[in-house]
C-alpha cells in the first residue's frame, strides 16, 4: 500500500521568467529564448528582418514631406528583401531539412511546398525582380554604374501601396509558418552546471549533464508564453504602421487575431487578397 508521503514523481513548476527570442542587439547575458535547431534559427532571422522594418516604419506615418517618405521605403527595401530570403530558407529547411521534415506530416510539408510556390507567384524575388533590383542597385548600396536618371528610374517602382503589399504577403506567410510545431529552444540556466531547452511547448527540461549517474534530469517546468508569440507581436505593430501605405479599398491585413490550431494554412485559401491588380 502506497503511503502519502511516498514520492510520486518530479514536481512540474511554472516558470514565471518573462522572456522573448533573442534580439541580435541585447547582450548575451540577458535571459531570452535563443533557437536550438535549424527552423528556430531561421525564425530568428525573419524576427531580425521584421524587427529592423518596425524600427523604420513606426514613424513613417507621421512623415509629411512625400519624397523623405519614399526614401524611408527605400532604405525599408533592405530588410524587406532579408525577409523574404528568410522566409524561402525556412521554407526550404522545411522540405528539404530530414530532421525538420519528420516533426511534421506529410500533408503538411506538401502545404508549405504549395504556398512557397504561390509566395513566389505574388512576390517574385530571383535576381531580375523589381524587389531584387531596387534592393541592389539603390537600397543596400548605391550601384557604382547609376546614372541620377537612372537611380529615379528603379526608385520610381518604390510606391507606398506596392511595398505595403510586398509587406503585407511576407507578414501573412510568417504568420503561418510561425503556428507549425517544428521550433526547438534553449534559455539561460540556473548556473554552468545546467543546461536549459524547450523542445515539446510548453515544457522546459533542465539537466545536468555531468550528474553523479552521467546526465540528470533535474527539473521539468511550464514556460508562461512561447517564444512565437515574438513573431505576432511585431507583426502587429508592422500592420499598424503599414496602414497608410493602402487607399481606401485596397485589400491588407487590417488587424490580427487568433486562427483555430488546425486551421494553420491561411495563405492557401486567402493569398488571393495580395494580387497585384486588385
Not at 90 to 99: S, Y
Not at 100 to 109: F, N, P, Q, Y
Not at 187 to 196: G, I, R
Amino acid at each position: 500500500m502506497t503511503s502519502e508521503t511516498e514520492n510520486k514523481g518530479m514536481p512540474i513548476y511554472l516558470d514565471e521568467t518573462t522572456r522573448t527570442i533573442s534580439d541580435s542587439l541585447e547582450k548575451i547575458e540577458i535571459d531570452a529564448w535563443f533557437p536550438l535547431n535549424s527552423p528556430a534559427h531561421k525564425l530568428w532571422r525573419c524576427l531580425e528582418s521584421l524587427r529592423d522594418l518596425e524600427e523604420l516604419l513606426t514613424d513613417s506615418a507621421n512623415q509629411k514631406n512625400a519624397t523623405k517618405r519614399k526614401r524611408k521605403l527605400k532604405i525599408a527595401i533592405t530588410p524587406l528583401y532579408s525577409l523574404i530570403i528568410s522566409i524561402d530558407d525556412l521554407c526550404n529547411d522545411i522540405q528539404g531539412n530530414k530532421e525538420t521534415r519528420r516533426l511534421l506530416e506529410v500533408s503538411k510539408v506538401k502545404e508549405v511546398s504549395e504556398i512557397q510556390k504561390r509566395f513566389s507567384e505574388l512576390l517574385p524575388h530571383d535576381h531580375k525582380a523589381v524587389v531584387s533590383t531596387v534592393r541592389n542597385k539603390l537600397s543596400a548600396h548605391i550601384d557604382k554604374k547609376n546614372h541620377p536618371s537612372q537611380a529615379q528610374k528603379i526608385g520610381d517602382v518604390i510606391t507606398a501601396h506596392e511595398f505595403g503589399r510586398w509587406l503585407h504577403i511576407c507578414l501573412h506567410l510568417m504568420l503561418d509558418l510561425t503556428k507549425l510545431d517544428i521550433y526547438t529552444w534553449s534559455c539561460k540556466a540556473p548556473n554552468e552546471e545546467y543546461v536549459c531547452f524547450m523542445t515539446n511547448e510548453p515544457y522546459i527540461v533542465i539537466i545536468k549533464p555531468e550528474g553523479k549517474k552521467g546526465a540528470e534530469l533535474v527539473a521539468l517546468n511550464i514556460a508562461n508564453g512561447s517564444p512565437r508569440n515574438a513573431i505576432p507581436e511585431v507583426i502587429g505593430e508592422l500592420v499598424t504602421h503599414s496602414q497608410w501605405m493602402f487607399k481606401k479599398g485596397q485589400p491588407r491585413i487590417s488587424n490580427l487575431k487568433e486562427d483555430k490550431k488546425e486551421n494553420w494554412n491561411t495563405f492557401k485559401d486567402y493569398s488571393h487578397i495580395h494580387e497585384k491588380n486588385l
